[in-house]
């Protein structure tokens, strides 16, 4: 079963996002104070636990929104 590890925003596009406890999700808007919401079509990224996992090998202190994903699922 998916487990959702991590939720992240930021509040302005460019910059990596920040992990947070919680969001909101509207519909046809995205993530409630997130750089990306509105209509348009990347409102929510997604990535997978196993691929921030590959990338700790040789960045041992990344963190979690470093490349601006929303929801992080293992």
Wanted: glycine share 8%.
């Amino acid at each position: 079963m998916a487990e959702v590890v991590a939720v992240c925003i930021s509040t302005v596009k460019g910059v990596p996002k920040k992990e947070v406890t919680e969001i909101e999700v509207r519909k046809d808007h995205g993530i409630v104070d997130d750089a990306h919401a509105g209509n348009w079509h990347r409102q929510i990224s997604l990535l997978g636990d196993e691929s921030v996992e590959k990338m700790r090998k040789t960045l041992p202190g990344l963190k979690h929104g470093a490349f601006a994903e929303n929801i992080v699922t293992k």
